[in-house]
């Protein structure tokens, strides 16, 4: 079952929207998805700051109070595992790609998310979309994820679980869902933000937690580590078993998967 | 007064959509935007075509029938000029960004179109976003539209029309919205579709009737024209009179304008 949260209250069904809803129009907004754990909004905070800060970016106006209600009353109904998704528009608008502020548009829904999801391993394959690093895009979680999904349906093709994305100039920056971290000789290295790489959350809690070295990394780098992992905010961290076919190195991440779960 | 065509007819006022469209939520989907000119709506092959090669490349299957029927409909109350939007989406589905074959959403609109706004001159500034030729959805009109909507806002707060967006090599790709031609000793060149380029249909017919040369151009290239127009279905040919604040050469686009006006 499905709740959803629309115009500033639970409801079940399809919402109301505008036709000329620029979220549905021009994918035009930010999304964030937050894992609820027994009615607990897992880094709730990080969650609602990032969506402030893309949608600032944007010039989105953001309806913090609406957003606070929707996350605890949606929460609340989450015994177990649930998703809780925020989906913040740019609202209605008359055409024209540049338009003054508008009144934006909050939909929440909250579904079950299955556990066995979080720490399985995980098959990647390099796709053949790159991300652009030279939009400020690649760095926050629009409504545009055109790309993302593309790759993702050429992963699934090609029979691996996830695709791992390049840049422009051919650097790893993470996977359509994941960021992505290499470990060698006891180091921890992640592509820096730059690259047109998520500011992934739980990317951010293993920088608070170890020393990572943000640094630009090529699929080679993938494929000399002692380990290659995956890591989000619902799935937490995914050992990387092979890329493109190759099997890859599997060291222990049992010290990295505790210090996630020690902040959550 | 703006006619919407949802769920297979006509009605007025909001949409009951699913909270978990895709077009909603990932910008997972297509559209074209068609000019009604006293309930003809024109190049309506040809943007059904595209719309259809877009949505296969994305996966996405095309309810025929119901787009023929909202096209119909819709430009049927098109009395004077009007704009014509067509919104294919994925349709509803669980989370996961590569899904199996569901069922479409189309949202069709029809608003009044200010003919003025045909043939109109443009100024352009060129974006700091880039256009990511590294993709396939950078020659497809999907929803997922924010790096145009960013360097709108960029054109908008610096005071010009538009945003000349390059890719990430540096070549010219088009505006937010509408495709750029360069004139030079009587030679007409355009960016070819693989530097990033979105297919526009007006830069298609001017291709079917002039000598034109596909040819990657630099922003120098513009600087140095006799003249420099920009393309689209629903303003036709607009002179670019400057870029960067750098008055351009304005060489006679009657021949163009006309050649255009003709294949209507």
Partial sequence: ??????????????IALSAHDRGLTLGDGVFETILVCDKKAIWREDHV???????????LSVPLADI???????????????VLRL??????????L????????????????????????????????RRNEFS??????????????????????????????????????CTTI???????????????????????????????AFKVSEISLLPADLLQADAVFTTNSLRLIRSVTALDGQALSQADLSVQKAALRAVM
Avoid at 4 to 11: P, R
Avoid at 87 to 96: D, K, N, P, S, Y
Avoid at 181 to 195: A, C
């Fill in 98 to 129: 540049a338009v003054p502020g508008l009144s934006p548009s909050l939909v929440a829904t909250l579904d079950p998310f299955d556990p066995e999801l979080m720490f399985q391993p995980v098959t990647l394959v390099t796709s053949f979309v």
């Fill in 136 to 173: 400020p895009s690649s760095r926050m979680k629009t409504l545009s994820y055109v790309d993302n999904i593309l790759a993702a349906r050429e992963a699934a093709r090609s029979g691996s679980d996830d695709a791992l994305m390049l840049n422009s100039r051919g650097h790893v920056c």
């Fill in 49 to 59: 700051a990032r969506l402030q800060a893309a949608a600032s970016a944007l010039g």
């Fill in 87 to 96: 989906t913040l528009t740019r609202g209605v608008a008359a055409r024209g």
């Fill in 178 to 208: 994941a960021n992505v971290f290499v470990l060698r000789n006891g180091q921890l290295k992640t592509p820096p933000l730059k690259d047109g790489v998520l500011p992934g959350l739980a990317r951010q809690k293993l920088i608070s």
């Fill in 1 to 14: 079952m499905s709740l959803i949260w629309f115009d500033g209250g639970l409801q079940a069904g399809p």
């Fill in 68 to 82: 606070n209600a929707a996350i605890s009353a949606l929460s609340e109904q989450g015994d177990g595992y649930h």
